[in-house]
């Protein structure tokens, strides 16, 4: 932990068993964490029941997914018999662990939840005959994601030879690439709404040229400078565009809002989403940069039509009709 930019290590286990139930059985992975797991980071996933305490005696208590409760038919306050082999061989009898479910989880992540459920290390500990200072792996928390390959080179070269170092981008290395495909079409998206609206101020800017142009001739004859014109059309497009705006992000953030309160818009196929519902967040600094933004570009958009205000002559403007 004395590696900059590393914000938690966690000790963990992992061992292949089977739930067993009076109605079926069912493979699993069971995840032995201690007293140093970091549950906050897991808190947002729990959906019933609370979160199992290691910090004491050893107990029984467990957290398993959704996806395995309705397969085993289990619930919160349930007990269920889980089978482990004696170092993976088959002629031996093997572990029989008893646990109770304390809470239940949805990652949303389909590999995860078919197979995963939290217990107690000491418990798995002791079926591998390991002492308290022997775990399968360590769990490393970054403060900032984006220094993930970085710290991953910096943790590799800082391990002995016998260990390996393996990060989130390389072991699920498919959601990832979704993850940024998904951001260059956010990118794309964005990007075509800003034109597009950029042409509609453009067109809407030169209708209304169009229409004051006896106007325009008026001031010009009175000594009018063409920028000084031209301010007065960028003025009243920013007008619309600020209006534009608050409305904008009146029914957006609305709309955000009630989503992210009651998720009322969900994947009919989650599984391959990875997530339940469509997620989203509300930034104030993202909304603020995104405003600023569209503003500056669609005003400087606007510079190149405006400048048809400086070849209107006086003459033939006020004769316009």
Known sequence: TDLAGVDHVQAVVIKA???????????????????????????EFLIDGSLPNFKGELNEETLISQTLANKLNLKVGDSYLSI????????????????????????GFEELDASYILVDIRHIQRMNKWQSDQVGHF????????????????????????????????????IFEWLEL????????????????????????LVLILERTQMIGVLKALGSQNWTIRKVFLINAAYLIGLGLFWGNLIGLGLIFIQKQFQFLKFPNPEE???TYIPVDISLLNILLLNFGVMVLCLLMLLVPSYAISKISPVKAIKFE
């Open 17 to 43: 068993g089977i739930i067993r139930t009076a109605e079926t059985f069912e493979g699993i992975l069971a995840k032995g964490v201690g007293a140093d797991f970091k549950w906050n980071s897991f808190e």
């Open 139 to 174: 769990e490393v928390f970054l403060k900032d994601f984006n220094d993930l390959q970085q710290k991953t080179a910096e943790i590799y070269g800082k391990t002995v030879s016998s260990l390996d170092t393996q990060n989130l981008g390389s072991k699920y290395f498919k």
């Open 273 to 275: 989403y990875y997530v």
């Open 84 to 107: 482990f082999l004696k170092d993976g061989d088959l002629s031996r009898p093997p572990n029989n662990r008893r646990f109770t479910v304390t809470g239940i989880y949805e990652s």
């Open 182 to 205: 998904f951001d260059f079409n956010t990118t794309l998206i964005i990007g075509i709404m800003i034109i597009v609206g950029g042409i509609n101020m453009i067109t809407a800017l």
